[in-house]
């Protein structure tokens, strides 16, 4: 069974720095890429970064280039997404996914195999 756990959300001041973790298990993680969504109150689902399966390939939202920066560690299953200079627009429920294959463009991984539960980040003015 396939599992992708998120964890280091929390609640922080607007310019303060998270560092979110997905844990993967159940999947061969080294032949998915991997991405980060998030999903404000009353909005949909939107793409934040992505990298392909040996880290060569990584993709950002607009909205979050410069400030935010994804990796993942193969020998640990896990993706992180370390987010710095934090605003009250990044305030959304964080999800992992996790789609098998190579590209990990933000349309490829929109129709990812898996997600996890998500984890809360908040950041306040």
């Known amino acids: 069974q396939v599992q992708l756990v998120e964890s280091g959300g929390g609640l922080v001041q607007a310019g303060a720095s998270l560092r979110l973790s997905c844990a993967a298990s159940?999947?061969?993680?080294?032949?998915?890429?991997m991405a980060w969504f998030r999903q404000a109150p009353g909005k949909e689902r939107d793409f934040v970064a992505s990298i392909n399966w040996n880290s060569i390939s990584a993709y950002y939202a607009d909205s979050v280039k410069g400030r935010f920066t994804i990796s993942r560690d193969n020998a640990k299953a896990t993706v992180y997404l370390q987010m710095n200079n934090l605003k009250p627009e990044d305030t959304a429920i964080y999800f992992c996914a996790a789609r098998y294959g190579r590209s990990a463009t933000a349309q490829a991984m929109a129709d990812s195999d898996y997600w996890g539960q998500g984890t809360q980040v908040t950041v306040s003015s």
């Open positions: 159940g999947l061969t993680f080294n032949m998915n890429a």
